[in-house]
């Protein structure tokens, strides 16, 4: 690693932990004000509170990351300038794009972190957050819901189950499945004890059959063979134990596979509904740009204080940053009411100040 890149490092990456941890510790002390009480009630133990506080503020990340970005950048950019060191860098043929690669460096990494954390961390943590909370900080024990329906529109299957342990999802007690014809008429009603999810494909235990003609009045069973069979493998079945825990989850838990696969699944929903998710969705897609955005129109906001005053650019950056988030916030309801298509009304602010933050960066080289 050069010289100039471990020094530019150094004096970015000092301010930016700075930043994190102080935006981190605003957020925290918040949510502490309200569980404080709680907690000296349950005394839960040191990893159940962190696991808590880590999960209640996962998914602000995507924020308060970005936020830190540029004031570490402002920082840093003016610090440079008020020694003179940009001066001096530039005099020795040193060009202005090699002494903040290494800021676009971090703020691509972070990028990536929060690609990373909105996907694969912040949804469950954020969920197991407040279920902790909900419990009052006391152990959260397996839970069972009864009484869950699952709609398979595609496939034309109802499942009614009368109980699920939600920690153990492959195992459905008292079921009650209704197969339907591509007409829509009733074709069969299936009752077992449970139906268990192994090797892929739903097994169905003591399985009991009512059929229905096309008239959906009961028949004979067609298949008596089958009625004898104690277990009875259902390899045609698409739904996965995934599918019914997500039944029971609330949207903002979804991860971003999981609103596809429920639009998917689900292809009769209201056209506004799908408009919403399907902004989720993008929203979600293109979140970790936000850290690229706003370290491109800071930096050279942060050159600007060094040659003028530190206002100046201090106000820019911030103005860019809350007409960004502005910008977004409006886009937002248009797309979320169908007023605007959802891949525009996410990509269109990031695109328009990212092009607002190149233009920036490259007349500042």
């Keep these: 690693m050069r010289i100039l890149t471990r020094y530019v490092l150094r004096e970015y990456l000092v301010p930016l932990a700075y930043c994190l941890i102080g935006f981190l510790g605003i957020y925290i002390l918040f949510e502490l004000f309200d ?55 530039r005099a020795n043929g040193i060009g202005f794009a ?3 690669r290494p800021m676009l460096a971090v703020a691509a990494v972070m990028a990536a972190a929060v ?8 949804p469950g943590a ?46 459905l007690e008292g079921v009650r499945l209704s197969l339907d014809r591509p007409d829509g008429s009733r074709l069969v009603d299936i009752t077992c004890r449970k139906a268990e999810y192994l090797d892929g494909q739903w097994w169905l235990f003591y399985p009991q059959y009512q059929y229905f003609d096309e008239l959906s009045a009961p028949c004979p069973n067609p298949a008596p063979a089958l009625a004898n069979l104690v277990i009875r ?17 609330a949207w903002e838990y979804y991860t971003m596979r999981d609103m596809l696969h429920h639009l998917k699944t689900h292809p009769h929903l209201d056209p506004r509904e799908v408009a919403s998710k399907r902004y989720d969705i993008h ?34 950056a911030v103005a860019m940053f809350f007409g960004f988030y502005a910008s977004s916030l409006g886009c937002m309801v248009l797309a979320k009411n169908a007023l605007l298509p959802p891949l525009l009304g996410a990509w269109l602010p990031n695109l328009l100040f990212l092009g607002a933050g190149g233009t920036l960066f490259f007349r500042q080289r």
């Design 233 to 249: 493998a259902m390899p045609d079945f698409t739904e996965t134990p995934r599918d019914f825990l997500l039944m029971n989850k």
């Design 98 to 100: 090699a002494i903040v």
């Design 35 to 89: 569980s404080f009480n709680r907690l000296l009630e349950a005394r839960p133990p040191l990893t159940t509170v962190v696991s808590f506080f880590a999960g209640y503020v996962s998914p602000y990340l995507e924020w308060l990351i970005p936020a830190a970005l540029m004031l570490a950048a402002l920082y840093t950019m003016w610090n440079f300038c008020r020694h003179s060191e940009i001066t001096a860098m």
């Design 283 to 316: 929203a979600r897609l293109v979140a970790p740009l936000s850290c690229l955005i706003i370290t491109l129109f800071a930096i050279p906001a942060g050159v600007a204080t060094g040659r003028q005053s530190v206002f100046v650019g201090v106000i820019l």
């Design 115 to 122: 690609a990373g954390i909105n996907e694969f961390y912040a």
């Design 126 to 171: 954020a969920e197991h957050a407040r279920a902790l909370r909900d419990a009052r900080f006391k152990p959260v024990s397996a839970t069972v819901r009864h009484n869950v329906n699952y709609i398979n529109q595609t496939g034309g299957r109802v499942w009614r189950v009368a109980s699920m342990n939600l920690d153990n999802p492959r195992l």
